[in-house]
């Protein structure tokens, strides 16, 4: 359960969050926008389609998005349509392709019933158009029926430094019931590799939607050098 603050309303909203897996497995909307890290979004990507928890993706990708992952993976394909294949490195079975342009798709109406919403990555850009609501394209839309609908959103910001602008957007999308969860990866599980971090940050927001992943590292709790030693 979550309790939203809401400024200036002098009441508090009581928003809950359910993670019961319903019965034909969740439904997830995925975002990716022109924020770096692509990999952020492939790794999601695969995960969700492995997991049998998982029914449906549907997939909006921003032009930036896929700009991203053709400068950052080398991943393009004239035809969008094909683009998780290139992605996945083979045929997915629950991902489906949805243009950004397309407001009058199922997911940008609250009848649809979205388990959840991920945008991995998500630029600054597409903050400010959910923090205000604009409905402008794709995701800025479905993520604003997840807010009105008191469903889950993950904004898993990318951009460094951030501006006044940046903060007051966070601001605005997280009281509104949006979790702002920047892509920042941790080092107490001493990752080896890219794919590690990139791992264990996804896996960390898979958790946050009601997804938890076998593999996520779970801190247990350690003593300090000093203590040790002592
Ligand atoms: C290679 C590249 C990297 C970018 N990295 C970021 C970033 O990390 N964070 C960000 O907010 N914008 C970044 N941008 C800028 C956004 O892509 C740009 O503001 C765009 O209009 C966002 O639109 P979208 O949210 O519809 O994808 C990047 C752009 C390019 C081309």
Redesign the pocket.
């Known amino acids: 359960m979550r309790v939203l603050d809401l400024p200036g309303s002098g009441c508090e909203t009581e928003c809950i969050h359910h993670h019961m897996p319903r019965a034909q497995g969740q439904i997830i909307t995925v975002g ?6 692509a990999l952020f979004a492939q790794k999601t990507l695969a995960l969700l389609e492995e997991d049998a928890r998982v029914a449906r993706v549907h997939l909006v990708i ?4 896929q ?2 992952f053709a ?2 993976l080398g991943l393009t394909s004239g035809d969008l349509k094909q683009l998780p294949s290139r992605i996945l490195g083979r045929t997915p079975n629950k991902i489906e392709t949805l243009p ?1 342009k397309d407001v009058g798709a199922s997911i940008a109406s609250g009848s649809y019933e979205v388990d959840s919403m991920l945008v991995i ?7 400010a ?1 959910v923090a205000n609501g604009t409905s402008d ?1 794709l ?1 800025a839309r479905a993520a604003d029926v997840m807010l009105k609908e008191g469903r889950e959103l993950v904004l898993c ?4 430094p951030f501006n006044r602008i ?1 903060l007051e957007n966070m601001l605005r999308a997280q009281q509104a019931g949006a979790v702002i969860m920047p892509v920042i990866p941790a080092f107490y599980d001493q990752p080896k590799t890219i794919d590690d971090l990139v791992t264990q940050y996804t896996c960390r927001v898979l958790a946050q939607i009601g997804l938890p992943q076998e593999r996520m590292y779970r801190w247990a709790g350690r003593s300090s050098s000093k203590e040790a030693k002592a």
């Open positions: 990716v926008t022109g924020a770096s890290g921003t032009e930036t998005g700009r991203l400068e950052e950004n990555p998500c630029s600054m850009g597409t903050l158009a394209d995701i910001i990318r951009d460094t940046h």
